[in-house]
């Protein structure tokens, strides 16, 4: 009672019940960082201003990929 199928819970995580975590054949779910920075532009951020360094290194590849520009104030 209550139990969910171990398969079900990796499917609403993005993975189908093989394991594979791609969306469509050949096409990756996007990471934190593509989610993030999706989220900057619907916002029409121009400019994001950090501390750069490795644990936000995909969030900076991707705001930077789709434009917004990153400013490292070190």
């Known amino acids: 009672r209550g139990r969910r199928d171990r398969r079900d819970v990796g499917r ?8 594979d975590v791609t969306g469509a054949p050949g096409t990756p779910l996007p990471h934190g960082g593509d989610l993030l920075a999706d989220v900057l532009v619907a916002h029409r951020c121009e400019q994001l201003y950090t501390l ?15 434009g917004i520009r990153v400013l490292d104030m070190r």
């Open 52 to 66: 750069c360094g490795g644990h936000i290194s995909p969030i900076l590849s991707a705001a930077k990929a789709r």
């Open 12 to 19: 609403r995580a993005g993975r189908r019940a093989d394991g």
